[in-house]
């Protein structure tokens, strides 16, 4: 399988999806998972993975798809590639992603964007980001599964443009110790998968506490997997009216319908509901994920890590660190850590960044009540519309990209599981998804109304 994987990674070049390729370790992984072979072999024993670029891997570069972690190569393991690697599974390489994990369509990265393996009239697509070189490898069957990461949609949208499965785990399910962090308080990673079935064996393997984290939660993680039984009688599915946007493209209005009727049919009950601030979601989040941004990426002062640019004699440690970022940071992310702090500058900070925080309780809130009123999981669409085409955004507006976080970013707000299935065609024939969102820690029931979805 690894050397079938290997091939196939080769022969996908064309994607741009791997980064840095590590045959060496698949093989020796691949070799040592032959001798475990047997009944007791864990989960995931020979199982070849692509690790999104943001992991750090002990001795292989991680650069966040960034100039300024050029040639960094991490002392440590992240816990979730550890746990991978624990469970048995073999990495294939590293993968593309936006800068930083900023971005809705791989371009922000700094090996250029991956490809969508989907094509539309010879059309180059987007695979959708920041996961998106994770998206396209598991869609062009390069790798069996990938690990992505999500803060306001990226692990959900790529899947989506792809036509993979992509689950945002609860915030706190999973470790984020070793992950490069772009928001600390809405990053959670996942598993990007082909089926329903592989997220849910990949994420057991992925889940659980970590002390190293200290919002990782201490909870027993369920056997996901046994949750798939198909059967979800007498649950209630919950269809916010407020993310019935203007202008939605027919066939997504549509998808929407045949996912409340497949729901139905499985014996679901299927009730309106409202969750009246989602209009507020996308400021909120461009307001607190830049400033958490902002304050986290002050760490790349060309000291500690990667890049340093070269100094002119008479140059101190403020052109260094000017020099540096200029140079190291990418037009988005410098975009970010502008926006940043500037909300949370001493005069902005109650009218920006408390703001959006006070806000972002009430986004929450919408949930809890919903979920008191006894809705099991909420059915939306996971994006406005399906893949678009590579540089088409180039002339946009920022703000143009950030819409397409419409349905995504509330869920990270709220720190709630979110699941992206692919339900369908549009007219070109490019992969629609559905996204089904959870009652915290309960992404075992997630799983299984995505199964039905499937
Ligand atoms: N597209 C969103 C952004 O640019 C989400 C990114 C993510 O989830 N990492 O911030």
């Not at 986290?296 to 260094?320: C, F, P, S």
């Not at 920006?352 to 999981?377: C, M, P, S, T």
Request: charged letters at 20%.
């Amino acid at each position: 399988l690894t050397m079938a994987c290997l091939t196939a990674m080769d022969a996908g070049d064309g994607l741009n999806a791997f980064v840095h390729k590590t045959p060496e370790i698949a093989l020796d992984q691949a070799r040592a998972a032959d001798a475990r072979r047997g009944a007791d072999a864990p989960d995931l024993n020979g199982i070849p993975l692509g690790i999104k670029d943001l992991f750090c891997t002990k001795g292989v570069p991680s650069q966040a798809a960034s100039n300024i972690l050029r040639g960094f190569r991490p002392e440590y393991e992240s816990t979730v590639t550890a746990k991978l690697f624990d469970a048995g599974a073999v990495m294939l390489g590293k993968l593309n992603m936006d800068e930083f994990a900023m971005g809705s369509s791989n371009e922000s990265s700094c090996y250029g964007p991956a490809v969508n393996p989907w094509k539309s009239d010879d059309r180059e697509l987007t695979p959708g980001g920041s996961s998106g070189g994770s998206a396209a490898a598991v869609a062009a069957d390069l790798c069996l599964a990938a690990t992505g990461t999500d803060t306001g949609g990226s692990i959900r949208q790529p899947a989506a443009f792809t036509g993979i499965v992509g689950i945002k785990p609860t915030y706190g399910r999973v470790s984020r110790w070793g992950i490069v962090a772009f928001a600390s308080s809405l990053d959670q990673a996942g598993p990007m998968t082909k089926t329903v079935r592989d997220a849910a064996i990949m994420l057991g393997a992925m889940a659980g506490h970590d002390a190293k984290d200290s919002t990782s939660a201490d909870l027993a993680v369920p056997d996901f997997e046994a949750a798939l039984t198909g059967d979800i009688r007498g649950k209630k599915i919950g269809i916010p009216r407020e993310y019935r946007m203007d202008g939605m493209p027919a066939a997504i209005d549509k998808l929407w319908a045949d996912g409340c009727a497949m729901l139905k049919d499985a014996g679901a009950e299927i009730v309106d509901i409202s969750l009246p601030h989602t209009k507020y979601a996308l400021p909120t989040y461009y307001v607190i994920a830049p400033a958490e941004a902002s304050s986290n990426l002050a760490r790349y002062d060309g000291v500690r890590y990667g890049h340093r640019a070269k100094l002119a004699q008479g140059d101190g440690i403020t052109e260094m660190y000017e020099k540096t970022r200029a140079e190291g940071f990418g037009a988005e992310v410098q975009r970010r850590v502008m926006i940043g702090t500037y909300v949370l500058s001493a005069g902005f900070y109650d009218a920006y960044y408390n703001r959006a925080r006070k806000v972002r309780a009430l986004i929450k809130r919408d949930f809890e009540q919903a979920f008191a009123a006894g809705v099991d999981a909420i059915l939306t669409p996971a994006t406005p519309s399906a893949a678009f085409g590579l540089g088409e955004m180039a002339n946009a507006s920022p703000v143009e990209m950030y819409l397409n976080d419409v349905f995504t970013v509330t869920v990270n707000l709220a720190g709630l599981p979110g699941i992206a299935v692919p339900v369908g065609l549009d007219a070109d024939g490019l992969p629609l998804g559905l996204q089904l969102i959870g009652r915290p820690w309960d992404e075992a029931g997630l799983l299984n109304h995505a199964y039905v979805l499937e």
